[in-house]
């Protein structure tokens, strides 16, 4: 049945000169459908009726080919990326044209791009660090010496209306000026790397707000991290040195102008994120697996190089300032300001026994991660919610969390009681009175100190160092660690999804280091491993069974760790938490493209995808629009005003006589392109191939690589509209193709691992009465919901069948 319909559809095939055919010609493959739907209802014993052989589909009646998916109450709108090299020929002619020392000068132009993204983002986070550090020591030095002199309510209203303002300025840069600024900014980056554009992620107006909230937010005490924000300013920071700078004053210099299209910024944007990482954990190498194993799609040996000597660059800005700052000349920082757990010189001992506790923790992690994930993806929705509800709800919504925030971590430690210090230990280290320290005095005594003082009134980096610190198995209290839980539990739900930067990182650390620590403290008797030891083992799994990731994470708790010994148990840890967790729900980072409506295309297709082929697809879609070589300007405008097509197939029509007029495929044209075509008046009077002089003179392969607006920024008059256009110069020969018998799940994994934008579907037969192309594959063809609305029964049909 399915054959017989293409077939039909393709005896009906419209030239693109005949355009004013198309309805009578639909309403005769209307007619002619019904009929064959009743010959079909006859003919019981047609081999075509056999369910053997008929794909298991019931359609409706279109497969959305517009650039808006709905899905759920999500609306899809992004553009895709053009990573494929489009080889017409003013690129083959520039390409050929390119002397040596211009490809080496290319080559020198990437390395030195990398290096500035290292560099930058080094210099960067160093100011991020310097500048939370001194506010909130600040901040909270004066919060303590309130305390020690008994002024516990002022004490509790300087905290909370500093915290209040600081959170004020972050949410209010966000709302007002940077709405895409709030969140970590990593699914967004997983995304444009996957394919999608994500507009107005990668401006100097994002990265500034970026900085600044990501300051504002995490000395306000709010329970986030400054690790997903400055992914999120690398990307920044490599996008706009990618582009020769923001939009209203890029640099036009030649040199910069290679890297004008989206395969180049593609690259560039990997070496700014795994930096990002780099810089958030000082850890080089895990910020080049992180960058491979979480948020880039297509990955290549160089790029293997270039990121790995961006994150080589961050490491030694951090730490030529981390030395300079020993010094005491950077205020409150010290060593501060950078999750740094070296236990180099601690004896890690453990036996076979030892590995149930792992196993156990592992276990503990993945579950934990997931119901974080179905938890936070509730809220995310609420939150969604609310703020539909314009500028004002986000900024009160915020400003809420900050509330409650701050009202906890001064009034929670008072329901600690107070520990006396160990009678071996140096005043000076117990109890402490500044901004840091493991023994925080507090309310107590002389000689007392309140444990959970010393985890909550402190900064995110000093609790992480506290909690995982090792050789102190009394320092806290079961009680402590439990309340620590539950406020980090309630904190990191809702916390995530205001509108400041935010990341995902150290929330989830400090809730899995409880949950582990309290592990350790029960399996104490049983187990040679450091309760400081099992904090680190806790944060690893809550992290894998939360964001799915395996290498990356060992890699970058081993660098924070400095000691290799912790690597099999880490790796077992992370091995089971992630296996646990994909057991119930996706990545955190992957539900969050979900509620974006980020149309990302994951690796592995689904099961059901095999039972449908391409030129199924295309079966229910509406008509192919296509393009002569040479077109009538009438037709583009037409073309282009009443279509959202990002690309055409142009064809060639060929008079044969023995055969008569036979099409052929010349290849694809980019609406960009027609839009310059237009915009540039490069018309010819009568139907004629234009001289490669002519194309030249008009059009450059810089210009090619612009963005040249919309249709309805272009007018043409009257006369023009009868002249001609000589697509041929502007088309891109060599466009990736399959065959209309292909399934769509191997379709998908060559679209993807290509990382195309478009793709040509061609007939399996040919013939002068056969389309010389059956149509074109985007990225909203090929995602699972959108099929699944065309075909209902299609997934159900499969598990049926896999029942059985």
């Known amino acids: 049945m399915i054959k017989k319909e293409r077939a039909l559809l393709r005896s009906l095939y419209i030239s693109p000169t005949a355009s004013d055919q198309m309805e009578k010609d639909s309403d005769k493959l209307a007619d002619t459908k019904s009929k ?8 019981e014993t047609d081999p075509e009726s056999d369910s053997l052989r008929q794909p298991l589909l019931k359609r409706n009646k279109t497969l959305s080919s517009s650039p808006l998916a709905l899905v759920g109450t999500k609306v899809s709108c992004n553009e895709s990326l053009d990573y494929e090299i489009n080889e017409n020929d003013l690129f083959k002619h520039d390409w050929r044209t390119r002397s040596q020392a211009q490809m080496l000068q290319y080559v020198f132009v990437k390395w030195l791009l990398a290096f500035l993204v290292g560099l930058l983002t080094g210099l960067i986070t160093t100011v991020i660090n310097l500048s939370i550090e001194n506010i909130a020591g600040y901040k909270l030095l004066a919060v303590v010496n309130y305390i020690e002199r008994k002024r516990y309510m002022t004490g509790f209203f300087f905290m909370t209306a500093v915290n209040f303002m600081l959170t004020l300025v972050a949410t209010l840069l966000c709302v007002c000026f940077a709405p895409t600024a709030a969140g970590p900014g990593i699914p967004e980056i997983k995304a444009y790397l996957n394919g999608v554009d994500t507009p107005n992620m990668y401006g100097a107006t994002v990265m500034f707000v970026k900085i600044i909230g990501s300051i504002g937010a995490v000395s306000a005490g709010l329970d986030l991290g400054k690790e997903g924000p400055l992914v999120h300013i690398g990307a920044c920071i490599a996008s706009l040195l990618g582009q020769g700078g923001p939009d209203n004053y890029r640099i036009r210099w030649r040199w910069i102008r290679y890297f004008n299209n989206d395969r180049d910024r593609r690259d560039i944007i990997t070496c700014g994120a795994s930096s990002g990482v780099c810089a958030a954990f000082r850890a080089p190498v895990g910020g080049v697996l992180f960058a491979l194993e979480e948020v880039a799609t297509w990955w290549r040996s160089a790029l293997l190089w270039r990121t790995f000597f961006s994150t080589a660059v961050v490491v030694v800005v951090l730490r030529a300032f981390m030395e300079y700052c020993k010094s005491g000349e950077c205020g409150l920082f010290g060593e501060g300001g950078l999750i740094m757990f070296d236990v180099s010189g601690v004896s890690v001992k453990y036996h076979v026994l030892d590995l149930i506790p792992v196993t156990i923790i592992g276990i503990i992690g993945g579950v934990l991660g997931s119901l974080y994930n ?28 900050s509330l409650f925030t701050s009202a906890c971590l001064y009034g929670l430690p008072f329901l600690a009681s107070c520990t006396p210090c160990d009678p071996s230990a140096v005043d000076s280290e117990c109890p402490t009175t500044g901004r840091m320290g493991n023994f925080k005095k507090f309310n107590c005594p002389k000689g007392h100190y309140n444990d959970l003082a010393t985890l909550l009134l402190t900064t995110s980096d000093d609790a992480v160092r506290n909690i995982f610190s090792t050789n102190t198995p009394g320092e806290y209290s079961v009680f402590s660690l439990l309340i620590f839980f539950a406020l980090y539990c309630i904190l990191g739900l809702f916390t995530f999804g205001i509108a400041v930067p935010s990341g995902l990182f150290l929330p989830i650390i400090l809730m899995g280091s409880a949950y582990g620590r309290l592990l ?91 039972n449908i082929t391409v030129g199924e697809l295309f079966d229910i879609k509406p008509p192919l629009v296509t393009l002569c070589g040479i077109e009538k300007v009438g037709h583009i405008v037409d073309v282009l005003r009443n279509t959202t097509h990002n690309a055409f197939a142009v064809v060639d029509n060929t008079l044969v006589p023995t055969l008569g007029q036979l099409s052929e495929v010349h290849g694809l044209v980019l609406r960009a392109h027609l839009v310059l075509v237009l915009k540039k008046k490069w018309f010819l009077k009568e139907r004629r191939r234009a001289e490669e002089w002519e194309v030249r003179e008009k059009f450059t392969w810089v210009d090619l690589a612009e963005r040249w607006g919309t249709i309805e920024e272009v007018a043409v008059t009257k006369e023009e509209m009868e002249m001609y256009v000589d697509l041929h110069p502007l088309t891109n020969t060599t466009p990736y193709t399959v065959v209309e018998t292909m399934s769509v799940a191997k379709a998908l994994v060559q679209f993807r691992q290509v990382g195309l934008r478009h793709m040509l579907v061609l007939p399996k037969c040919h013939g002068p009465a056969v389309p010389p192309v059956v149509g074109i594959l985007t990225r909203q063809d090929l995602r699972p919901h959108n099929i699944l609305s065309a075909f209902p029964h299609l997934e159900k049909s499969y598990a049926s069948q896999k029942g059985c």
């Open 36 to 43: 064959m739907e009743e010959q079909t209802n006859q003919q």
């Open 374 to 401: 179905y938890l936070l993806h509730k809220v995310l929705r609420l939150y969604n919610r609310i703020n539909e509800k314009g500028k004002l709800a986000k900024i009160l919504l915020t400003l809420t969390v």
């Open 520 to 610: 350790g403290m029960t399996m104490g008797p049983y187990t040679t491993i450091d309760q400081g030891l099992f904090a680190v083992l806790g944060a690893a799994s809550l992290m894998a069974g939360s964001m799915r990731m395996t290498v990356s994470l060992c890699v970058i708790f081993l660098e924070l760790t400095n000691n290799l010994l912790l690597l099999p148990i880490t790796m077992l840890v992370l091995l089971i938490s992630k296996t646990v967790g994909d057991c119930f729900n996706p990545s955190i980072y992957e539900i969050i493209l979900d509620l974006k409506g980020l149309p990302f295309l994951e690796g592995r297709p689904e099961p059901w995808m095999r």
